[in-house]
């Protein structure tokens, strides 16, 4: 049901305002997404995306047969230009040599062209399927609800989305070329059995030792790659933490202890890296000469077939040609198994998150509402994370353009009402609506669209402070962002910083003060105008001063829109016009702060308690895991990964 | 050749853990390693790539030796060939053939053991370079001075001790053997080449090897240059994708999910172009050696059936080139090949290795600014007997910190500076510490000048507390131990009483053993702050400094600071550089340092008496500590 006051255009304008979008497409989305049949094999769901570039993904195969066929008729076509000399030489007839040599010449011409598309081709949809993966994880990771991103990592996510992505593709570009070398070897060897039998069965008589000796060789040689990252990955962790903690290294006196530290590690690097170097040391020269050996067999046993005249001496050096050529196959067909089998792996990593779906969606008829007038009610609702009950039975209610602060200890559930407010979790029970609508029956954009809320810790992105300010209207003038700053008494230190409106923040840029940040997250809040605005928390790293100001400002501005504020500041507490205290996932009172101190023992006590408690809560909350560290530093690492040791040979 | 675009490290994955958790089990015990270490640096010369490798020179030789002769026996097939050919097929001689067959053969075996033992033992040599150079540049960056360690530095230093060692070790390893591999086996297959025909070599080396040589050349430069594009654009995806995983709430909450899909997909698509332009190259140099492999038998074909035309058949001569040693002859064509295109790709090796070199040299040039004389002596026990003499201090940029200071600390005194930020109080800490020299004048501990006791003994007794807490990663007990490895449990557990944090511990899911930067049991910077208390009391120093270490604690860790300062100042110096008064007051001096100077000294109450500046910092605090509680309430 739409609202009936909307004309068409409107309604078309409203949808894009309802998402707005300041960046212009340069590359097609992606074609397909995967099989949803849980039941199929990897490669089968995978397949969809494979197939949306059949064209490329056939042309590369067909070009890649076609010069495969080509490259096995030239062996051949040599022995005979050997076998045309003699006879050339005796009777000066050079018309058949020189007609072999155009031949052979046209033949390789065609064939570097052939196999260069065509290889071209095959990496290209490789490398397709990668970018449309991507964007396919990436996409559907939107569609979530936040119940799926509190059981999971961002580390683990990242991981997921980006080696084991990178591992499919790697298996999806090299399994084909291998796979029409491997036709290669059949029309060889029908070739090789064609012309002599026997020579044909002894020349490859080596090749089942070289394919399992290469097996063997690359299943030792994984675990230790992989154990050598991550022994790289803990020496980088001391170093790291010697150069960041070097003070008081140095103030205990414990640089001893620290380089013994550190050859420890290096010592097990040393040791794991060894290993490998002895593997290697053993098969690899065994499958090099191995493959030799047939050589040796075919120049022995062929060269006294030549002699006893049942073969010619051209047809020797094609088959010394072809045994070349099939050997190579073999020795990465081990390899290409092993990836296989991580490829499986690892696609099952990522349906793991692309068969993930969400609770949260919208209804089949969604009621739009285009403005809205902020009154917002809770009733009696219900609500668990997982087991334990945060909202016990909640009821409130906020009238259009009213501020209301809710006070409370941490755990009473503050930050979850404002979490169901923005429809991030659904209710368990009970129902929140805006203007009389249920939340669960508008559009979740819609919603979000009139909600806006200000954490106490906004999250800025690495982009220049006007795109984090810009960030809900991308296309809002600079006029706005400026006035948006102002109002959040941003625009002073924005001034001051090296490029003003165009410096960037975040993670790889400018650092900001807790408070800067804050200011920042309000400007970026007012700049969207929302009907209803929370703010979570949101001056409590501000100075009082300026906290003063932005009131200033703010007071101007809360008037239009309906206004939830959680705060434990007195100064913060004080814009509301009403005031209501929550313990244990109730409402307990409501008032205006003079009669709550006068009837409500628990209001004053809350007040005392919660300062020193958030300020913990604030400090644990930046706390870099593990995980996120070895991370930091594995980025900072440039590694060679296990997939490094293909490096495009195994056919020529 | 050129590295394929590498992902950052995300960890074993899963399927592999059982099989790497399998190594690990065979991994021997390193846990007694002990390497030397001393403040001063063992040598002076500067480190360069002949230095580095001079200790080793005979292994080297050794290796190359061995490498000689893997690389002539590879020619050994190739040869026989012709052997085969001319003096076996083409006169119809069986037995030669056998005795080829044999030859070979036992080539084949030599070269399986000989390559063996060539690949152990280059690389067990260059493994044992690359640790002791770890090592070394580590025990380097332990003597710096503390002002070498600036942020910025961080990153830059972990790259000399990960990929600058690791290019060395290329350089090692691939670059400098193969190097000299590839010019022995480009030596012996021109000796063979010009053995069997000087035309065709001639021809050969006028004709294929430039083409071969300049393409692999442009491949190895092109591709290079396409991978540290293709790095550069999946660190873009990455940190896009992080981005937007850590804003989820608000990408969601501020409706820009569809502008994220189209930004995201634009930098995928970059990375999908880089991705392309390096498979162009690599499928161009792929085919495109293939045909000039091709080409050059058939070049070499042709030329060889015009020198076979000019030679009567009838004069053949023995020795003459026949229609065998042409074949024997483009055999050798394919192994003339392979050092062509090693040594065009060494140039990546050779450029990085390079560089790496000159980044060590530099690090490992570095001087420390902080130097321990000659004959510097081991301090016994301290007292902590403390005088400043006319001490001036100022950090590079003539940015003078501390003017003419001169000062007495008596030993057992607590002295506690106060002052606004900037004015030079960190800085009496440091160089108490020694982590700088004074420009001018000298500081003395007992009478004895700082700069002639070694600075293990110094820091022994010396506990300093810095603003910020630094845990390393490990457990509680791990960080509490760093200050005195061999201390007992009881130790810890006393350290631990002594600060008033043994309760926190207890409710720690693994109490002592619970690793300080995991989910779930991260600590409050208070009670960090708290856990470096006790990491300095049990170092059990004669003199104690805490520099700014109480100004971030919440109220509900003041109380139990103050009192842990109790216990800690008893019977010791101690310096307390704090912004909070309440932890002032209690020294036996307090001295007020404004604009590089000593402005006032004296007792608290001797001070508040005088009613300088310290009196009015002091009543300002107060007034704040006054508004603070009543906004609270």
Sequence with gaps: MLNPSLDDKDIINFEASLEPVNVKPRFADPKAKIDQDKSKNWFRRVLPILLANKWSFSMGITLMITTMMLGVSVPALIGKLVDSIEPALLTGDTNNFIFLVTIIFIISFVRFFGAAVGSYQLGRVSNQLEADLRSVVYNHLFTLSFSFFDKTQTGQLISRA??????????????????????????????????????????MIAIPLVFFLSVKLRRLTFPLSWLTQARQADVAVIVDENVNGQRIVKSFAQEMMQVNLLARAAKKLQWVQVRSVDVSAFYNPLIENLSVLGSVLVWVYGGWLVIEGEIALGSLVAFTMYLMMIQMPFRFLGWMLMLEQRAKASAGRIFEILDETSEIKDKENIVEIEKLKGEVSFKNVHFAYAEEPILKGLSFEVEPNETVAIVGQTGSGKSTIIRLLSRFYDVDKGSISVDGVNVQDMGVRNLHYHVTQVLDEPFLFSVSIRDNIAYGRPNASMDEIIQAAKAAEAHDFIEQTSDGYDTVVGERGYTLSGGQRQRLGIARALIVDPSILILDDATSAIDVKIEAKIHKSLLKLLNKRTTILIAHRLSTINLADRILVLDEGEIIASGTHEELLRDEPRYSEILSQQSTKEIIEEEQGEEETDEEYRKRISEMLVQGSPNDEFKGGFDE | MSKEASLPFAGIPPEMLDKTNALIDKEPDFSDIEVAFSHKSPSSSPFTLWSFLAPYKFRFIFALVL???????????????????????????????????????????????????????????????????????????????????????????LTRMTSDIEALSNLLQTGLVNLVAQLLALFFILILLFSFNLQLTLILLVFSAPVMFGFTFWFSRTSEKGYEVVRNRIADVLADLQESLSGMRLVISFNRMKHNVINHRNVVGDYRDANNYTSKIQATYRSGTQFITTGTSLLIFTAGFFILKDVNPSLNPEGAFTVGSLVAFNVLVGRFFIPINELSGLYNEFQSGNAAVKKLADLLGTEPSVKESENAFNLKELKGDIRFNDVSFSYEDDLTVLNNISLHIEAGKTISFVGPTGAGKSTIAKLICRFYDPTRGSITLDNINLKDISLQSLHRQLGIVPQEPFLFHGTIKENILFARPDATDEEVVEACKAVGIEDMIKRLPEGLETHCHERGSSLSSGERQLLALARAFLSKPRVLILDEATSNIDQQNEARIEKALDKLLEGRTAIIIAHRLATTRRADVIVVVDEQKIVEMGSHEELIQKKGSYFQMYETWERQEEEKREEIL
Excluded: C
Aim: proline share 2%; aromatic share 10%.
């Design chain 2, 67 to 157: 490498v000689a002769m893997t690389e002539m026996l590879l020619l050994v097939g190739p040869y026989l060939v012709q052997v085969a050919i001319d003096k076996a097929i083409v006169p119809k001689d069986f037995s030669v053939l056998i005795t080829v067959a044999m030859v070979w053969g036992g080539s084949l075996f030599l070269a399986v053991i000989i390559s063996g033992i060539r690949i152990r033992f280059l690389g067990r040599l260059g493994q044992l370079l690359m640790y002791d150079l770890r090592v070394r540049v580590f025990s380097h960056l332990q003597r710096l001075s503390v002002d070498f360690f600036t942020e910025e530095k961080a990153g830059r230093l």
């Design chain 1, 162 to 203: 980006n080696s084991d992505i990178k591992t499919i593709q790697m298996f999806l570009m090299i399994a084909p070329m291998l796979l029409t070398s491997l036709l290669s070897f059949a029309f060889a060897a029908i070739y090789m059995l064609s012309v002599h039998l026997t020579l044909a069965l002894a020349s």
